[in-house]
């Protein structure tokens, strides 16, 4: 053992003595080298549930009392804390060989970021907003500044007025989070006439924010702030009035409220019955109303309200009706309605009259393609966009008011392009993104009737990047049904395609939410280490389509799993990877994917990173208290009251189906204040995996005792999360525990 080898044995060991009752003894009594795991008491509770039987011997460490512990993380159960304490010392302890390795990628993600940088500002009538970064602020700065013409103002063009304003601070995040662990900004918004501001904060990660207005003429808060909200709102077109959504003790969203911007009463203004329904308000792109949009993973509805009736009950667009989903603008003299009726799986766009928007008179604007999936619009007064996905990549196409249209498209292999749209109506100028896997995003204004882009800004990467020395490849991954699964892969020019580089899949594959082959300049720290980063666009999302999406939920989820399977598999047939030298990693429903992957097939991998993984799915599906378990039934089934569901989803959920077997080294990450996936389900796999392991190699959990679903607020905060991820992985392909 050399000297570097000795200060790290000794440094685990010493965490390991500081943190846990428990030490490793030798058969001589002497300390062995090797932290010892904390061991999980078994309380075995049965389960009854349509005529089967489960037996769960870690349900104890959910707090029963969890609605309070998000709201209040210290009223967690003691057993609970001093167990969630000996993991994280153990991981700690086990992993403390790779602290300089974790330092050092810190450092270079940091390097990569420009400190103090600013986003492109956002016109709005005489103003441009933004968002700025002091050097080492770890939060945003909200500013806006006078905009300099020409532009319109209620339609008349501006052209020798200028307005001398200069930058001005509207909130600054750093100086909201002092003293507090966690502080994450919603959403931060100006009134239509520009003299308010709101804001919501999360002080504790359990996404239960607290809603702020500001004058901002005297800059002193207005009215009692607004208490157990979810992250949005929204003011009225005439300022007057705000408007935001509640989340109940359940932490779901279930009322919309109104209130005088400026303070009194509060109204109720529309209360969903059906708790299996997500819903949030907004405005129309022209202003003329109010929306409140209800829906779920297949069922939606709109329901709007005439902006010059601003205290009218909400109107119903279309009734909803399971397996129909529509979104609605309004486009100056109609409604423009988004939609999958009529069975248009890639979905089409309607138009209708102002005065009777219901699907009765809703006649086709833009067709159903099969094969071209519309995944939104974005409208200004004579030009309407949308973003089309295929094939993993995207499209931005531009119709005017007569039909004609024309595209922005990208001749790469794998890239990402993002419609921003536009903050004001009576505009030609739309907003995207360009990048690639290895390209940094690129922001242009559009003029939609000139067809001039302008480029606004290009990421700067401070430590320096060439994109040419990469190489961004895009593969087909034969699926066991036929199915071609695209791969993204990004490498540098020098690493080897002969199975002898490291390589990270990483996959999500739920709720049709597609995975972009986009820039990070965070994998940077593993792809200029000789590492292959490869993203699989597996069936779950919507990459290739909304059939894509629906070819891999409820009775066909486990296409998800076998697809991600296949891109392993068709990755090592390439060179690109080798068995047992490659580390999985997902987060959330890409946690369960990294579960359901590890039980399937263990001999893919050398480690597994299931980052606050959804893994305890037959539990928490049949748990009607947790916020997501009503409405994400059309996602997985209902397993309370469907036999079927329960016997599908308990076939593949990972934690009731670990067994004795060889697994990879497992690192499960968590938070204690997340409403999404609690963190009991990582802490309950890590229980029951760690000691069903016949491999020897180690079974980590990392619980964020001071954050929720996205860990960490502050942006170098997070930083060290991602490095610490990184680490493990290294650490895994290396067999770092070896060396403890």
């Known amino acids: 053992m050399n000297r570097r080898q000795m200060i790290a ?20 009594g002497a300390l062995s080298n090797m932290p010892v795991p904390p061991v999980a008491k078994k309380i075995p509770v049965t389960i009854e549930q349509l005529g089967r039987v489960r037996v769960d011997d870690y349900q104890w460490m959910k707090d029963d009392n969890w609605q309070a512990v998000l709201r209040d993380p210290t009223l967690i159960k003691a057993d609970v804390k001093e167990h969630l304490t000996a993991e994280n010392a153990y991981r700690e302890a086990m992993m403390a060989s790779t602290l300089p390795l974790q330092a050092a990628m810190f450092e270079e993600m940091k390097g990569r970021i420009k400190e103090a940088d600013s986003s492109v500002p956002e016109p709005d009538g005489y103003w441009e907003y933004y968002v700025e970064y002091l050097e080492g602020d770890q939060h945003p700065r909200y500013m806006r500044k006078g905009r300099v013409p020409p532009f319109n103002i209620d339609g008349i063009r501006l052209t020798s007025v200028r307005v001398l304003h200069g930058p001005e601070l509207l909130l600054d995040a750093n100086t909201l989070a002092e003293g507090k662990a966690y502080s994450d900004v919603g959403q931060a918004t100006h009134s239509p006439d520009h003299a308010l501001f709101g804001y919501s904060e999360d002080a504790q990660g359990s996404e239960v924010y607290r809603i702020y207005v500001k004058d901002l003429a005297t800059g002193e808060l207005v009215g009692e702030p607004i208490e157990s909200a979810s992250g949005g709102l929204t003011f009225s077109p005439d300022s007057q009035w705000i408007f935001w959504t509640n989340r109940n003790d359940n932490g779901r969203p279930d009322k919309i409220f109104r209130r005088p911007a400026r303070g009194g009463d509060i109204t109720l203004v529309y209360e969903e019955e059906d708790e299996g329904m997500f819903i949030g308000v907004g405005r129309t792109s022209d202003d003329r109303f109010m929306i409140v949009g209800i829906g779920n993973q297949e069922t939606s509805e709109t329901r709007y309200i005439p902006a010059d009736d601003i205290t009218a009950t909400p109107r119903v667009v279309e009734p909803r009706e399971v397996a129909r989903k529509y979104d609605a603008d309004h486009w100056g003299d109609r409604w423009v309605i988004h939609t999958n009726a009529d069975d248009s799986i890639d979905f089409k766009v309607c138009e209708a009259p102002t005065g009777s928007p219901g699907k009765a008179n809703w006649t086709d604007l833009i067709p159903h393609t099969p094969g071209r999936y519309i995944e939104g619009i974005s409208l200004v007064k004579d030009f309407i966009a949308r973003q089309e996905r295929a ?32 903050s004001e109506f009576d505009t030609t100028v739309m907003r995207y993104g360009y990048n690639s896997p290895s390209t940094p995003t690129s922001t242009y204004d559009y003029d939609l009737a000139t067809r001039e882009r302008t480029l606004r800004k290009v990421q700067e990467i401070p430590s320096g990047h060439n994109a040419a020395d990469y190489v961004v490849e895009r593969l087909n991954a034969p699926a066991s049904d036929g199915q071609l699964v695209p791969v993204t892969i990004v490498r540098r020019k020098t690493t080897p395609v002969n199975g002898s580089a490291p390589l990270l899949l990483y996959g999500y594959g739920s709720y049709g939410i597609p995975m972009s082959a986009s820039f990070s300049t965070n994998r ?29 939920r409820r009775f066909t989820k486990k296409n998800t799993f076998t697809d991600f399977i296949a891109a392993a598999e068709h990755l090592i047939s390439t060179g690109h990877g080798k068995a047992g030298h490659i580390v ?37 599906m049949s748990d009607v208290s947790l916020p997501l378990t009503p409405p994400e039934w059309p996602e997985w089934g209902n397993p309370l009251e469907d036999a079927e569901a329960y016997d599908y989803i308990a076939s593949y959920s990972p934690y009731d189906n670990i067994e004795a077997k060889a697994y990879p080294a497992v ?74």
């Open 524 to 552: 940077l720290s593993l792809v200029d280490r000789g590492w292959i980063y490869a993203i699989a666009h597996i069936r779950g999302g919507s990459d290739k389509g909304w059939g894509w999406f629906l070819d891999a």
């Open 9 to 28: 044995s000794t440094a685990a060991t010493a965490l390991a003595a500081a943190a846990s009752p428990t030490l490793a003894r030798s058969a001589k």
């Open 584 to 620: 999985a990693q997902g987060g959330s429903a890409g946690g369960l994917l990294m579960g359901a992957v590890n039980n399937m097939r263990p001999d893919l991998w050398a480690g597994v990173i299931g980052q606050v993984p959804f893994v305890d799915v037959i539990n928490t």
């Open 667 to 740: 690192l499960a990450t968590g938070g204690l204040s997340d409403p999404r996936v609690t963190y009991w389900e990582p802490e309950k796999w890590v229980a029951r995996l760690r000691p069903a392991t016949t491999s020897g190699k180690p079974v980590l959990l990392k619980i964020n005792m001071e954050a929720g679903h996205a860990g960490s607020s502050g942006r170098f905060d997070y930083l060290k999360e991602v490095a610490h991820d990184y680490a493990f992985a290294i650490w895994a392909i290396d067999k770092g525990w070896e060396a403890a």
């Open 391 to 422: 094939d993993a990549n995207t499209r931005i196409v531009i119709r005017d008011r007569a039909g004609a249209e024309h595209e922005i498209a990208v001749d790469e292999p794998a890239y990402a392009l993002n419609l921003a749209g536009a």
